[in-house]
């Protein structure tokens, strides 16, 4: 494929890598019984605790009703909790229990191990450059 064929092309391959990652993830994190959405929830409120709901779609790429479904399935398996009051302003906050915090070491080790397996062979000043690169394509649109 010419350069110009495969520059036209970029998004494709960029939702088909999607795609197949979120495929891996999917089959190995059902193990523990977590989906990819409610992984990257759990994800989200490890890197930010306290985050109000809006900040958390933000951060997992979804909308505020398609993240209230994935909390209403964490908070009810105890994986998470919602504050019965706000700290500030009038979103309440959110944050994992301990049992939450557990799953998700799990669940990082299996989504580490599915990047691995995705750059393998990949020498490490390539893997550098795709993450500079794949930041500047996000950074271009938004």
Do not use: W
Not at 3 to 14: A, F, H, K, N, T
Not at 20 to 25: D, E, I, K
Not at 114 to 133: F, N, Q, W, Y
Request: proline share 4%; with cysteine; aromatic share 2%.
């Amino acid at each position: 494929m010419s350069q110009e064929g495969v520059s036209r092309r970029i998004g494709y391959l960029i939702k088909q890598a999607d795609q197949a990652f979120r495929r891996s993830c999917e089959e190995r994190l059902r193990e523990l019984g977590l989906s990819m959405s409610q992984y990257a929830v759990l994800r989200a409120l490890a890197d930010a605790p306290g985050a109000p709901a809006a900040e958390l779609a933000r951060r997992t790429f979804v909308t505020r009703q398609s993240l209230r479904d994935v909390l209403s399935g964490l908070t009810a398996a105890g994986l998470a909790s919602v504050a019965a009051r706000p700290t500030t302003g009038r979103a309440l906050p959110i944050t994992l229990t301990e049992a939450g915090q557990t799953l998700l070491d799990q669940a990082d080790t299996i989504v580490l191990d599915v990047e691995e397996r995705m750059i393998t062979g990949l020498p490490p000043s390539d893997v550098h450059k795709l993450a500079s690169l794949l930041t500047a394509c996000t950074r271009n649109l938004t």
